[in-house]
C-alpha cells in the first residue's frame, strides 16, 4: 500500500514563496548562537526543547509549532524554564523557515513524530517526499543531520528508502526504541508510545555522503 514506484519517489522542486519577515527579533537572537544552530519543526508543547537547550547551553534552538493550543502549552512551560538559548516560534515552518534561515546555516533537524500522512493522495506532505525537504537539505551546514523519529513502520521504511537513494543521505542512527527501559522519551507521544509498547524508529541521517567519510 505504501511502497512508492519509481515515479513516486520523484520529487517535485521547492518553490519560495518569498515570504517577508515580520519576526525582526529573530535576527537579533540568531547571532548569538549561529556556531551551533539547530530547528525543531513540529515541538508541540516544548518538553524536549526544553530539555535539550538545557542539556545543550552554547547551542542554540529553533522550536517551531504551527497550531495555536499546542504553542499557548510551549509558551507556559518557557515562562517556568527561561532558556536564552531557545527560540520560540509559533508559524508554519514552511513559510518562517525560507524567510529566517539561510542556506548551510543549519547543524540539524528534529523532525520528531511527524503526521504521517497515511493516505497516498497525501503522500507529497510526508516530509521526505516534499518539496520543502529540498529547502532543508540546502539549509543544513555540510555535515548537518536531520533527526527524525516515527511510530509508523510504513514511514520508517519509506524514510530510509528516500533518504538512501533519492536523497543520497547517509544514515548514521537506524533503530528500534520498543524495550529500551533506559531510554528516556523526548516528546510526550514518545513517552506514550513506549509505555503502550508500541515501535518507535529512530532516525539519524547526515548531509554528509559517504564518499567524503
Same mark, same amino acid.
Given at each position: ?43 508541540? &508543547?516544548? #518538553?524536549? /526543547? ?12 529553533? +522550536?517551531? =509549532? ?63 517526499r516534499s518539496p ?5 537539505? &540546502?539549509? #543544513?551546514? /555540510? ?12 514511514? +520508517?521504511? =519509506? ?36 509505555a503502550r509498547e ?16
Amino acid at each position: 500500500m505504501h511502497q512508492a514506484s519509481a515515479a513516486q519517489q520523484r520529487v517535485r522542486p521547492f518553490k519560495d514563496i518569498h515570504t517577508v519577515s515580520k519576526d525582526q527579533k529573530f535576527f537579533s537572537w540568531e547571532p548569538l548562537w549561529r556556531e551551533h544552530l539547530v530547528v525543531e519543526i513540529g515541538c508541540g &508543547a516544548g #518538553l524536549h /526543547p526544553i530539555r535539550w537547550t538545557k542539556q545543550n547551553p552554547r547551542a542554540g534552538m529553533v +522550536a517551531i =509549532e504551527r497550531t495555536k493550543t499546542k504553542s499557548m502549552a510551549f509558551e507556559q512551560r518557557v515562562a517556568h524554564h527561561q532558556r536564552d538559548n531557545l527560540y520560540k516560534v509559533n508559524a508554519d515552518a514552511t513559510h518562517w523557515l525560507p524567510a529566517h534561515i539561510k542556506p548551510g546555516s543549519v547543524d540539524a533537524y528534529f523532525l520528531l513524530y511527524p503526521n504521517p500522512y497515511p493516505k497516498e493522495s497525501q503522500s507529497n506532505k510526508r516530509w521526505h517526499r516534499s518539496p520543502f525537504f529540498h529547502f532543508l537539505l &540546502a539549509s #543544513l551546514k /555540510p555535515e548537518g543531520e536531520i533527526h527524525m523519529v516515527t511510530n509508523e513502520e510504513f514511514y +520508517a521504511k =519509506e524514510f530510509r528508502h528516500y533518504c538512501k537513494r533519492h536523497w543520497n543521505l547517509t544514515t548514521l542512527v537506524d533503530r528500534s526504541l520498543k524495550g529500551a527501559s533506559d531510554f528516556e522519551p523526548r516528546t510526550h507521544f514518545e513517552r506514550k508510545y513506549l509505555a503502550r509498547e508500541q515501535t518507535c524508529y529512530d532516525f539519524i541521517v547526515s548531509k554528509k555522503t559517504i564518499e567524503e567519510q
